[in-house]
């Protein structure tokens, strides 16, 4: 990617997500860095779920899982996780090798040069001269934005993948859990018209913040927010959804909706960000819990969810029934990223036409048996 003519940060950091979204893509409807939920428009994401099933269906069989992992074996990818991490590293790392990228972390700010005073920016401009991606995780708001900034502005920008920013954004994490909300209503008249409702710390839960923004894109969806006062959603967020005519109500009564719900998405209490932003919570927030109790009440095809990690807001003995869905938010993940990082990459198309070749040959196949 060529060195970009943007202002500089200071003036570029006070622009709207809509005034950004344009410096972040390589044009014609392809990104280069994902950064933020805005980003991602309704044919983007039809065009990236297509993929995803296309990319979890080959991986199934060694011939489809060979092919994919012949596509980028000459690309490396840092995994810069500046806040703890499971499943988002791992499920990058694992994308990552799907199609056959190399990878390596920095997982600890004791063993970057940061901690010798290099600054933010060196530390970005020098992973760019080792890697082809740098997937980052950190605590600041702007921090991922920033370093697409900086890499833009040099002769050597490299996608930037924000795998989580602060409080406010989780844009991967909104694609894995749109994906699974579509698979999980797929026998049921799609995401279309259903009613999701979002329980716990709705303040400092950046992946509800990405996803009530994604679920703007589908027509007749209804939200409800569940949180104790003190944690309601941001007027921000509020304001998106007054935009686009999204319906949604808040309320501290989380018992008394769950029969209506579609899909219920838990979160835990953000307590991480205790202090620095002038709240104090409690660890958790019973009155905002799934309990086995509750499922009697709810549809038979409610979706389950939860991005995880989880303490006692979801409670175990749910696991097992068929309508909890976190632990295929986990796998589905793993499939979003891969398909995400092939269409940064452009072989999204390579993966098209083998499938569409593949699908000749059966059908051919079929044909000749008749
Ligand atoms: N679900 C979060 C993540 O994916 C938290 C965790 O890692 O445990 O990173
Ligand atoms: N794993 C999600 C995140 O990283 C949710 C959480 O940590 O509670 O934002």
Not at 26 to 37: F, I, S, V, Y
Not at 345 to 355: C, H, L, Q
């Amino acid at each position: 990617m060529q060195r970009r003519q943007l202002p500089p940060w200071s003036e570029f950091q006070q622009l709207s997500p809509a005034e950004k979204v344009e410096s972040w893509s390589q044009g014609e409807g392809r990104l280069w860095h994902c950064l933020h939920a805005k980003q991602f428009d309704r044919k983007f994401l039809d065009g990236l779920y297509e993929l995803t099933n296309i990319i979890r269906s080959l991986s199934k069989a060694r011939a489809g899982s060979l092919f994919l992992q012949s596509l980028l074996p000459h690309k490396r990818a840092m995994l810069y996780f500046m806040q703890p991490s499971t499943r988002t590293y791992l499920s990058f790392k694992t994308a990552c090798e799907i199609l056959g990228i190399r990878t390596s972390d920095v997982r600890d700010a004791s063993t970057s040069s940061e901690v010798k005073g290099e600054t933010f920016e060196d530390t970005i401009r020098t992973f760019s001269s080792y890697f082809e991606f740098i997937i980052m995780r950190h605590s600041g708001e702007g921090m991922a934005e920033l370093a697409a900034h900086c890499l833009d502005t040099s002769d050597r920008s490299v996608p930037v993948l924000n795998a989580g920013s602060g409080k406010d954004q989780h844009p991967t994490q909104a694609l894995l859990d749109v994906y699974t909300l579509r698979r999980s209503f797929e026998s049921c008249g799609g995401l279309e018209g259903k009613t999701i409702l979002f329980a716990g710390d709705l303040l400092r839960g950046r992946t509800v913040r990405s996803l009530a923004r994604l679920l703007t894109l589908f027509p007749g969806v209804k939200i409800v927010f569940a949180s104790p006062e003190k944690f309601r959603m941001k007027d921000d967020v509020l304001a998106i959804l007054r935009a686009s005519g999204t319906s949604y109500v808040e309320t501290t009564d989380f018992l008394g909706h769950l029969k209506d719900a579609d899909a219920i998405y838990m979160t835990r209490v953000q307590d991480e960000h205790d202090n620095k932003d002038g709240t104090k919570s409690e660890k958790s927030f019973p009155e905002f819990s799934l309990r086995a109790e509750h499922l009697d009440i709810l549809k038979p095809h409610c979706a389950i969810m939860h991005p995880l990690p989880r303490r006692d807001e979801l409670a175990v003995e749910i696991d097992n029934n068929p309508r909890a869905k976190y632990w295929r938010q986990e796998r589905n993940g793993m499939w979003t990223r891969a398909a995400l990082i092939a269409h940064i990459s452009g072989v999204d198309r390579e993966i098209f036409a083998y499938w569409s070749e593949l699908c000749r040959q059966a059908h051919h196949t079929a044909e000749t048996k008749r």
